[in-house]
């Protein structure tokens, strides 16, 4: 959908005026704009034992302003016995060519009840795409180290690039 003049200025200012999240958005966008990626800030759980099943969904940011929704399933295996839900971002290079379809994710994790973790994020073909994190609750071993395969599908844009 694209925004008029006056449009934009309503959602900019509620944005701006929502406390951490808001600023998160913000941060989100300015990110997306400045490095030449497409962000994605969401929420999202897993669990297992050795193997494992992960899901999430939240708003992605594209470099050239667009904001969609998007939604992620996969499973998980290796070295973890815990079960979490967190707040979660994840950066990939360029626009939704990459940002969406499979990822390959390589998870080091840890905590006991606040949890966080760090990733790193390849295409099927083992090819660098990014980066991601996240924080929240959880329980099971300290630290935990494993692989994940997902599929992310994204929305068509909610809001279009600015002209």
């Known amino acids: ?3 008029t003049r006056t449009e934009r200025i309503i959602v900019e200012s509620i944005i701006s005026a929502a406390g951490p999240l808001g600023q998160s958005i ?5 990110a997306a704009k400045l490095l030449g990626v497409t962000v994605g800030l969401g929420v999202g759980g897993e669990a297992g034992s050795f ?4 899901a999430g969904g939240g708003l992605y940011f594209t470099p050239d302003g667009k904001i969609g929704t998007y939604g992620s399933l996969g499973g998980e295996m290796g070295v973890l016995f815990s079960a979490s839900a967190t707040l979660q971002f994840a ?3 360029g626009g ?10 390589f998870n080091v994790t840890g905590g ?21 994190g996240s924080i929240g ?5 300290p630290f935990d180290v494993y692989g994940s395969v997902s599929n992310t599908w994204t929305s068509d844009p909610l809001v279009d690039a600015p002209d």
């Not at 193997?51 to 992960?54: E, I, R, Y």
């Not at 939704?96 to 994710?105: H, I, R």
């Not at 609750?137 to 071993?141: F, Y």
């Open 1 to 3: 959908m694209k925004l």
């Open 26 to 30: 913000v941060s989100a966008r300015l």
């Open 51 to 54: 193997a494992g099943v992960l």
């Open 91 to 93: 950066m990939t290079k």
């Open 96 to 105: 939704l060519e990459n940002f969406s379809g499979a990822w390959l994710v």
């Open 112 to 132: 006991e009840v606040l949890v966080g973790g760090v990733s790193i994020i390849a295409d099927i073909d083992m090819n660098l795409l990014g980066i991601g």
């Open 137 to 141: 609750i959880g329980a099971g071993l």
